[in-house]
C-alpha cells in the first residue's frame, strides 16, 4: 500500500513537500509520476533506496529533490520554484526499475495527490 500526503494549493514561486508511506513492499524503488488533465501520466522523479540511484525529469531538474526514509518506508519530494505546468495530480508508485536516465514503469499506485500551482 501506498499514502500520499502533502499536496495542495500554492502560489508559483513557492514550495510543497509531498510524502508517501509504503508498506508490504520488499523492493526499494519509489516514485512520483504525475499526470495533468489531458495528458498523459509522466515520471517526474525515482530513487531506488537501496544504492541511492536518483532519476529526474529534465522540467523538475534543480528545482524538486527526491529522498527516502528506509527506516519509516517513506519517500518525499521537495518541490521549490514551483511553476503552473507543475500543477496536476501526483501519485507515488514503486517502479521496477531506476536508473539515472529512466525511471520504469510501476506496478502500483498510490492513490494520488492534487498540486495545484496558482496565483
Known amino acids: 500500500q501506498l499514502v500520499e500526503s502533502g499536496g495542495g494549493l500554492v502560489q508559483p514561486g513557492g514550495s510543497l513537500r509531498l510524502s508517501c508511506a509504503a508498506s508490504?513492499?520488499?523492493?526499494?524503488?519509489r516514485g512520483w509520476f504525475r499526470q495533468a488533465p489531458g495528458k498523459e501520466r509522466e515520471g517526474v522523479s525515482c530513487i531506488n533506496g537501496g544504492d541511492g540511484t536518483t532519476y529526474y525529469a529534465d522540467s523538475v531538474k534543480g528545482r524538486f529533490t527526491i529522498s527516502v526514509d528506509n527506516a519509516n518506508n517513506t519517500v518525499y519530494l521537495q518541490m521549490n520554484n514551483l511553476k503552473p505546468e507543475d500543477s496536476g495530480v501526483y501519485y507515488c508508485a514503486a517502479p521496477v526499475s531506476v536508473v539515472p536516465t529512466l525511471c520504469g514503469p510501476a506496478d502500483y499506485w498510490g492513490q494520488g495527490t492534487q498540486v495545484t500551482v496558482s496565483s
Open positions: 508490504g513492499f520488499t523492493s526499494y524503488n
